[in-house]
């Protein structure tokens, strides 16, 4: 919920600009840690998500560990104060530069995409004199049943080892004196909100380690990935996302080996709820079939809804409560993708008013461009 407070505040600040509220990411974390510790399962925040240094900072002190997909984030996580220990490093496409970083950083596991990258890893660590600790991240052809572009635990996407292929990793392994095998990854996709495919992906991670386990190599961890999803129509209920019924769900269908711990990569979960894009109506322009309510915020901070067709909640701050307008909800850019909403049912909207656009956290600011050269936003935060 946004604060009448914070309204009022924000009557003098130029728009747009991303608002953060560490009270609500503070109760996301204890509710998200709460949850996992139950079962003693191990959270990683997924850096991509959001790297904006009070939520880095806020991560760091809830002793979280941090998930990496470039050679940049593990540098901005090493810098933030998470511990190489607890840094895990994946990606298709890692530089031998970004493996060489990981390997001198002694970061938890490099998560190795490929039998391709597990070959140039051996090399680079034999050459640095180093053992490398990695994890497989294998591809588990389990459907997320969420957008394509963010679907990434199947046989067509580029991620991940096949597990027909597997036979031949473990040969090579064997031979591998640089590198060390500590655990199996997996990440089927982004923006999960049905727990079918999280059980779908314990059967399959049930048979993979059981796998492993006659290879000679003890796995020490399985990493679940992220994925968890947010009901994007419900930014203040407190029990959005359920992390109860996510980490019980593992707790019920995944089989652990004795001793072995159970990890999870979270961006969106923990980020998406606690940050709002704050912007204002510029001009409300009159159409045959809509009206629209063009914005000063557009693709260029917020480009989810252009590229995956998401919905993020819009509410008018200004205004008052009836939804007694309709309008497609649009931003500067020169682009017709650059659209937050297509008849959306609102309050009679005027010019100057400021617009929340809802659940904006994750993969928003991060994701922010340049775009017909506008600037990058500032941020706000309201402290717990
Ligand atoms: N682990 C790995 C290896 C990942 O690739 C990702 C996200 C995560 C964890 C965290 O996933 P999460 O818990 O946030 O779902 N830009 C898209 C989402 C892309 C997700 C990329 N990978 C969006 O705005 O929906």
Redesign the pocket.
Known sequence: MISTASISAWKELPTPFYHYDLAHLERTLRSAQGAAERYGYHI?Y?L??NTDERILEMMVNHGLGA?C?SGQEVERALEVGFTPEHI?F??VGKSDDEIRLAINSGIFTI?VESLEELTIIQQLAKEMGKVAEVAL?LNPDVDAQ??R??T?GLEENK?GISTWQLDEVIAYLKGAENLKLKGL?F?I????TSLEPFRNLCARVNILNERFRDTGFPIDHI?A?????IDYDQPDDPKNPDFDAFFALFDDYLELQHGQQLH?????????NCGDLISRVLYVKKGLKTNFLILDAGMTEL??PA??Q?THLIENLSAGEELDAVYDVVGPVCESSDCFGKRVAMPTSRRSDLIAIRSAG???A??ASHYNLRSLHPSYYSTP
């Not at 996709?189 to 999960?192: A, K, L, P, T």
């Open positions: 990683h997924a991509k998500a998930d997909v895990a994946a990606g998560n991240r969420t957008h572009y963010i990434t991620f990854h990440h996709g982004s923006q999960i990493n990935g992220g994925g968890l999803g999870f990569e979270l961006g969106r979960s923990l980020v998406a480009i989810r590229l995956y998401s994750a993969y928003g991060s994701m």
